[in-house]
């Protein structure tokens, strides 16, 4: 058999098959893949190239945000209307009779201040603090040694006062 020359117009035809082909293919990939993890199926189609991303320079940047700033000064100028200043009200000045009365409040007030907290330390030192006396039926009496009295006795101070002061319980 005699071999057919490739011309031009065969080669496009075998490629535009053979893309054809790869098409159902990736179609059939994307479906499996789907199946398999539960998302839905995508068809990876070739797109073209993503273009790097240009970047501005710091000029640039700075003259649109000067420009911003200009568009939005002008645009609040035109919203608000001019308000006039109110005259600040002048400041309020004290007179020397209400300066004084003022003092003389003052010292009063804090004289009866000093005047209540001398009367309360007055009053607590005037009152010492003392036990509650507990009432009881007949009291016991000490006793005392014998000893002690008869040298107290043979001193010659009264035995009265000893015996009072140890029956009393020594207060």
Avoid: Y
Avoid at 38 to 63: N, Y
Avoid at 73 to 78: C, D, I, P, R, W
């Amino acid at each position: 058999m005699p071999t057919p020359k490739l011309t031009s117009e065969i080669v496009n035809a075998a490629i535009l098959g053979m893309e054809a082909q790869k098409e159902k293919l990736d179609a059939k990939i994307a479906e499996l893949r789907a199946w398999l993890t539960g998302g839905p199926a995508e068809i990876a189609t070739p797109g073209p190239p993503k273009r790097k991303r240009r970047k501005m320079s710091a000029a640039g940047r700075k003259a649109i945000a000067e420009a911003q700033r200009k568009r939005w000064a002008a645009s609040k100028k035109a919203a608000e209307p001019p308000v006039p200043e109110a005259a600040p009200k002048p400041k309020r000045k004290l007179s020397a009779a209400g300066r004084k009365a003022i003092i003389a409040a003052t010292n009063k007030r804090w004289a009866a201040v000093r005047a209540a907290k001398a009367q309360q330390e007055k009053a607590a030192t005037k009152k010492p603090a003392r036990k509650p006396a507990v009432k009881k039926g007949a009291k016991k009496s000490v006793p005392v040694k014998k000893a002690a009295v008869k040298k107290t006795a043979a001193k010659g101070t009264a035995p009265a006062a000893a015996q009072g002061a140890t029956e009393t319980g020594g207060q």
